[in-house]
């Protein structure tokens, strides 16, 4: 084990690491927004809302991320006449358009899956107490369902950001420089594979652990009407047993 | 639909290669369930805690870096530990078995999880009537642990197969020939990326759709004694 290579690399890594937050971060905020609403889509009576997004959450659920980033980055080339036309090449161009805008489309389809089971689970009473207030529409979404729903969403949705803060180490291979990326070129040019590699992997090990501590902090805050109330006579009763 | 210009025989045979080493990770993975879920219910602290620090691990790095890990990583690490005993000597890793490998790896911890629910559903006290009628540890695992453990984990098991399979492709990044490598190839010559990868995407969807089809049928089967509400 070379500790010096090590140390050398940790100021790129953590370079790396940054950009694999930031690419996180804004994939969650895009893809949450548009997961709420292909969710509110696919709950909907219309088929016509319906369809599409049956068809967009299944395409992206069941192919790998992988051939998804190549279909947008190397596949936005075949067209790259029409794409040019219309302006957007530039943009496709970009390797980090390319990435953010697979990661967006592949947390929307997860996220929207996770979010129809959780709005399908708010009690039918709470949504007809609702409706008997004369909410509907929008309103009972905003101010009833989707509160609700977030909450249920909770647990599995920490999971889904768990999922993609991996996932984004596959852009690397888009030449992307984030945390793998730069571990990938800082092996290839020095040959020290485990120690670089697996400092990469400690890394993610405390994002990843430091991001579910945060979620289990929100969770345990939400949930506070739902735990049993500490009874403030407890310790005194505890004494009054330790004595008897 | 697409014209492949005579290269759709590539994907055929990447396909197979995909669905090979899905298969066999997915068998890796499965002993590597049964294992850490035998630790993880171990009254033995230290199975105890070796199963969890595998599945903590494994949870906390991307399957891409541990892919990464174990195909260069491996060699490496045997070629300096033989060093460091007098021996010179060099290892190859063949890209098929650390692909299986780390798979089989990696998913044996999410099969872990699986299999410790399921162990868990058994009731106790079918086991304890077991034992009560003379049968010994194994002949009651046997008999009445495994039947029903392999019941409770199908669909846990169906579902890491369904993640497994599309983690098939990260395998392409260390030269393995599956059904991502074929394609990029196709692509080189061909000219036509959006094509070759869209086919891929449907093959991948069509495994996906098969494989719903596939452990409904297994866990009708399964169930087949079950009584349902």
Known sequence: MDTQVIIDSFPALLDGLWLTVEITVYALLIGFCLATAVAMMRVSRNILLRAPVIAYIFFFRGTPLLVQIFLIYYGSGQFRAELTQIGLWHLFREPYFCALLTLVLNTGAYSAEIFRGAIQAVPHGEVEAARACGMSGWLLYRRIILPKAMRLALPAYSNEVIQLFQSTSLVSIITLMDLTGVARTIVARTFDVYEIYITAGLLYLAVTYGVLWVFRLVEHRLSGHLREREDPAAAVRDALRARA | ?229
């Open chain 2, 1 to 229: 639909m697409f014209d492949l210009k005579g290269y759709g025989w590539m994907l055929w045979e990447g396909l197979a290669m995909t669905l090979t080493v899905g298969a066999c990770a997915l068998l890796l993975a499965v002993v590597m369930g049964l294992l850490g879920a035998w630790g993880k219910l171990a009254r033995n602290p230290a199975a105890r805690l070796a199963a969890s620090t595998y599945t903590t691990v494994i949870r906390g790095i991307p399957e891409l870096l541990l892919l990464l890990i174990v195909f260069y990583g491996t060699p490496t690490l045997l070629q300096k530990l033989a060093e460091t005993m007098g021996h010179d000597i060099r290892v190859d890793f063949n890209a098929f078995t650390a692909g299986v490998m780390t798979l089989g790896f990696i998913y044996g911890a999410f099969a872990t999880e699986v299999f410790r629910g399921a162990f868990l559903a058994v009731p106790r006290g079918q086991v304890e009537a077991a034992y009560a009628c003379g049968m010994s540890r194994a002949l009651a695992f046997r008999r009445v642990m495994l039947p029903q453990i392999w019941r409770f984990a199908l669909p846990g098991l169906g579902n890491v197969w369904m993640v497994l399979i599309k983690a098939t492709a990260l395998v392409s990044v260390i030269q393995l020939d599956d059904l991502m490598r074929k394609s990029f190839i196709a692509m080189g010559v061909t000219k036509l990326p959006f094509d070759f990868f869209f086919v891929a995407a449907m093959m991948y969807l069509g495994i996906t759709a098969v494989s719903m089809i596939g452990q409904q049928q297994i866990e009708r089967w399964a169930n087949r004694g079950v009584q349902r509400a």
